[in-house]
């Protein structure tokens, strides 16, 4: 497809286990973001990849949360343990590059729900 | 990181113009200035963006201020599908550890009254 693809589109979760969420950025795109969406708040930051430069893993809420980026293509976003208060809607982002006059495509998010 | 500050809420009728306002102050010279929108139950997409001079596409159009410390995102005639959230973010040109990073405020929810 042409876009950004997220899946699962929705996962429920029980309190306690792990959960990956993948993001498949439009190819080519060398920039990819991660960001949560909490029910009626704004987007919060979680991860920054670009190119072969390290991550910058600075929103990244707590050491449960990990992301990786394979082959500069797909994208994985790990939470171990998961709690109650991880539930959010998780989006992917990608650009062609980091240059600031590229814009941002988004994915339709994984609506996290941890019972 | 410069910040942007925008109203939480602005309110507009159908087929009237829509001038929402974004502050960023602090912002460096080698800023752009993005905006984003993000419809109910949908993830973010770009809307505009610019660097000094205003800018114009099928969307919007973006006026900059001179000192660029604000800018104005302009719907020329708003309809019932443009109510959403709206973002004002800058984007570091180059250098730095803030290059390519994308930080989202909370935006401002546009209502759109038929």
């Known amino acids: 497809g042409a876009g950004v693809s997220q899946s699962p589109s929705n996962k429920v979760t029980e309190k306690g286990k792990d959960v990956e969420l993948r993001c498949d950025p439009i190819?080519?795109?060398?920039?990819l973001y991660w960001y949560r969406q909490s029910l009626g708040q704004g987007l919060e930051f979680l991860i920054y990849?670009?190119?072969?430069?390290?991550?910058?893993k600075s929103g990244l809420p707590s050491d449960r949360f990990s992301a990786e980026r394979t082959g500069g293509s797909v994208s994985t976003l790990t939470i171990q343990r998961t709690q109650q208060e991880d539930s959010a809607v998780y989006l992917c982002?990608?650009?062609?590059?980091?240059?600031?006059?590229?814009?941002?495509?988004f994915g339709q998010g994984t609506r996290l729900t941890v019972v | 990181d410069a910040k942007t500050t925008q109203p939480n809420s602005m309110e507009s009728n159908e087929e009237e113009p829509v001038h929402l306002p974004c502050n960023h102050s602090?912002?460096?010279?080698?800023?752009?200035i993005h905006w984003y929108r993000q419809l109910p139950s949908q993830g973010p997409e770009y809307v505009i963006h610019?660097?000094?001079s205003n800018v114009n596409n099928r969307m919007a159009s973006l006026a900059i201020a001179e000192d660029r410390k604000s800018s104005t995102l302009i719907l020329h005639r708003a309809t019932l599908r443009d109510a959403a959230v709206y973002y004002c973010?800058?984007?570091?040109?180059?250098?730095?550890?803030?290059?390519?990073?994308?930080?989202f405020g909370q935006g401002t929810i546009l209502t759109v009254h038929p």
């Open positions: 973010i800058l984007i570091r040109r180059a250098g730095g550890t803030s290059y390519g990073k994308l930080t």
């Open positions: 190819s080519g795109h060398t920039a």
């Open positions: 610019g660097l000094t």
């Open positions: 990849f670009q190119g072969n430069s390290a991550p910058d």
């Open positions: 982002a990608s650009r062609l590059t980091g240059t600031a006059y590229t814009e941002a495509f």
């Open positions: 602090t912002i460096s010279g080698t800023d752009y």
